[in-house]
């Protein structure tokens, strides 16, 4: 069975009422905005979607603070605003228990949707990170956010300073194998984002990551722990857990992952591809809220009690100094290197970070592909089309009233252009995969 392809049946079913969403007419303004509660949330103007199908959801996300819009959301009452008053946003303890629970639906104590890595929809709609990979329909209604991971590495390379071109790391990992360590290199789900900055970072300066380290997945939680008692070189994670572990005094910051590509996309707003053609009313007030929560994070003013909202016990549970200086834009790099309002800060709104760049998502399908996660016979193009929804993006900012200027023009970002020099033309991904010298391709 080619598990990139889902029954001619189902492809007919969503195509039709994707069409038929488009088509929804936007009606009076919903129960909150009704109930008076639209002035007190918010100035911005919007038309409600038809009746909704369901005022429930449940969303999961990660303790990390791209996650930060779903907080948001729920915190300041944009779900509400938006009449989606049964919201839940459940903490889940890592990615791969975050796919399972997708996999499971709601209807089966899972979940419906989630703050997730971009990839990880492709990887689960193919059904190539699913049990007995079984493909499970998933959508990307919205990227979350732009750049805002990092790569950090161990106290015993303090002496390298390591940085976006790893100078000297190759070496010292070949001189701890030769001693008869074994060398680690930490992500949070294969063939995730983190996954591939790290094999983008590792490769670009020579080192194999199939070959020359082993590559290990780890809850984004637990990274410090076990950074600390040595189970690890090297780990690619979002805050707070690369702040803590220069608090912590057990390693340093070697980049920022907008180092190796500007503005890059990072997680995704995904849902259900069944739950979306079932509540299409509910699905656009979803990202109206989440899109809304966005614009709210990304303000400078409010950066500060963003931060206070990931820390509580409830969402991330970090201490605040761990969160709020990256927050709000200002990186130490734990090696003397100090970076005010840093240009590869995490984005949520500016720059577009929000809308789902189909272009974005042909870099990571190729990407995985690289690395053998996906087949090289994937129609990367088709794949994309089937996932990617910017459509209801569109249709969620033409409800809220988002300014033509703030929304693209096009699908693709066109030629993206990597520190070290490589190009990715999404009209033509073989030519970027040939271009690079350390692969695994299926």
Not at 101 to 129: C, E, F, K, R, W
Not at 306 to 331: H, L, Q, T, Y
């Amino acid at each position: 069975m080619d598990n990139n392809n889902t029954p001619d049946s189902t492809d007919q079913t969503l195509q039709l009422n994707r069409r038929r969403l488009l088509k929804t007419g936007l009606g009076a303004v919903g129960g909150a905005a009704a109930m008076g509660l639209l002035p007190s949330l918010s100035s911005i103007a919007y038309a409600a979607p038809a009746a909704l199908e369901t005022t429930k959801a449940k969303l999961g996300f990660i303790a990390l603070t791209d996650a930060a819009p779903l907080f948001v959301a729920q915190e300041k009452g944009f779900f509400a605003k938006y009449g989606m008053t049964g919201v839940e946003v459940l903490k889940q303890s890592s990615w791969g228990t975050t796919r399972d629970n997708l996999v499971l639906g709601s209807q089966n104590n899972g979940i419906d949707g989630a703050h997730i890595l971009s990839p990880m929809p492709y990887l689960i709609s193919t059904g190539a990170m699913t049990a007995n990979n079984q493909p499970v329909p998933m959508s990307i209604l919205a990227r979350l956010n732009l750049s805002g991971q990092c790569i950090s590495v161990g106290k015993e390379y303090a002496d390298l300073k390591l940085d976006v071109n790893a100078k000297g790391f190759k070496e010292a990992l070949a001189a701890k194998k030769a001693s008869g360590k074994t060398v680690n290199a930490a992500v949070t789900f294969p063939g995730g984002t983190h996954d591939l900055w790290m094999r983008y970072w590792l490769s670009a300066a020579g080192i194999d990551p199939n070959k020359d380290i082993s590559t290990i997945v780890v809850p984004p939680a637990q990274m410090v722990a076990n950074m600390k008692v040595g189970n690890m070189d090297t780990f690619c994670v979002c805050e707070p857990w690369n702040e803590q572990l220069i608090n912590q005094k057990i390693g340093y910051t070697a980049l920022t992952t907008g180092e190796l590509w500007h503005n890059h996309p990072e997680k995704a707003f995904a849902m259900r591809s069944d739950w979306i053609e079932k509540n299409p009313n509910a699905t656009q007030a979803l990202l109206m809220a989440v899109m809304e929560a966005q614009m709210y994070c990304e303000k400078p003013e409010n950066r500060e009690e963003v931060a206070k909202i990931c820390s509580d016990r409830k969402w991330i549970g970090a201490p605040f100094k761990d969160v709020v200086e990256r927050m709000k834009g200002n990186f130490d790099y734990g090696t003397g290197r100090v970076v005010e309002n840093s240009p590869e800060q995490m984005r949520y709104w500016k720059d577009f970070a929000s809308y789902p760049f189909k272009s974005h998502d042909a870099w990571f399908i190729t990407e995985d592909i690289r690395w053998g996660y996906l087949p090289a016979s994937t129609d990367i193009n088709a794949l994309v089309d089937k996932v990617n929804r910017e459509e209801l993006w569109r249709a969620a900012a033409a409800a809220i009233s988002v300014p033509a200027a703030e929304i693209p023009t096009s699908t693709s970002r066109g030629i993206e252009k990597f520190f070290d020099g490589k190009v990715f033309d999404p009209a033509n991904p073989k030519a970027y995969l040939d271009s690079l010298a350390i692969k695994k391709m299926a």
